[in-house]
């Protein structure tokens, strides 16, 4: 059964700083990896997509790395501000077609 | 361009009333699924959908979880007989393809009292 990890549960750095969100999973056998950000009260937003070809992505700040022979994925915030505060989740898209979920990172950025 | 919308969203009902909740998938994508989130809890998958069919129905939670979907177009998560644990928000995403970046709808907060 695929489980999805992200660590650590919760992040707070003060702006300006380059920070690593840390995603794992158990079962290698997946189509894609997304990263995600959800604001409160607010709905989903996709950051980045990777598909299991791939080795990373990148969008403006964001970088975005799959390893998928051992399981992980980073996502790279560059020069973090306070907009960047919401909490980050990873997915896994597995053989089922089914996205399986990390309980996300919330992350706090200080001005 | 229009993205997922879905409604109502809010839904406030009395336990054992069903509920109907609608997603608009944006246009074209022929995936579409819906989650849940439960309070203080990570998303859960529900069903997915290509074009009208939904191969695996194992994520519903109770047989009282029903969805269909008209085409490649507007899709419904029926629940019956509500219960207390069934309050949650119920996200709605499509993709164009299977599988594909998943793109979400606002959700629809239910309530069951």
């Known amino acids: 059964k695929q489980e999805v990890t992200q660590i650590p549960a919760a992040l707070s750095v003060p702006e300006g700083e380059n920070l690593v969100l840390n995603c794992s999973f158990t079962?290698?056998?997946?189509?894609?990896l997304q990263w995600f950000r959800q604001d409160p009260g607010k709905g989903l937003t996709s950051l980045l997509l990777i598909q299991s070809s791939q080795r990373e992505q990148t969008s403006g700040r964001l970088n975005a790395s799959l390893d998928k022979s051992s399981g992980r994925s980073t996502l790279y915030i560059a020069a973090s501000q306070p907009g960047d505060s919401a909490t980050y989740l990873c997915a896994v898209v597995d053989s089922n077609y089914q996205l399986i979920w990390g309980a996300g990172t919330k992350l706090i950025i200080k001005p | 361009g229009a993205g997922v919308s879905q409604s109502p969203s809010n839904k406030v009902t009395e336990k054992g009333k069903d509920v109907e909740l609608r997603c608009d998938p944006i246009?074209?994508?022929?995936?579409l699924y819906w989650y849940r989130q439960r309070l203080g809890q990570g998303l859960e998958f529900l069903i997915y959908f290509q074009g009208n069919s939904a191969p695996d129905k194992s994520g519903l939670p109770s047989d009282r979880f029903s969805a269909e979907r008209t085409g490649e177009s507007v899709s419904t998560l029926t629940i019956q007989r509500t219960q207390q644990e069934d309050s949650a928000v119920y996200l709605c995403a499509s993709s164009p393809i299977l599988p594909d970046t998943q793109y979400f709808g606002p959700g629809t907060r239910l309530t069951v009292l």
């Open positions: 079962d290698s056998a997946i189509y894609n």
């Open positions: 246009s074209g994508h022929t995936a």
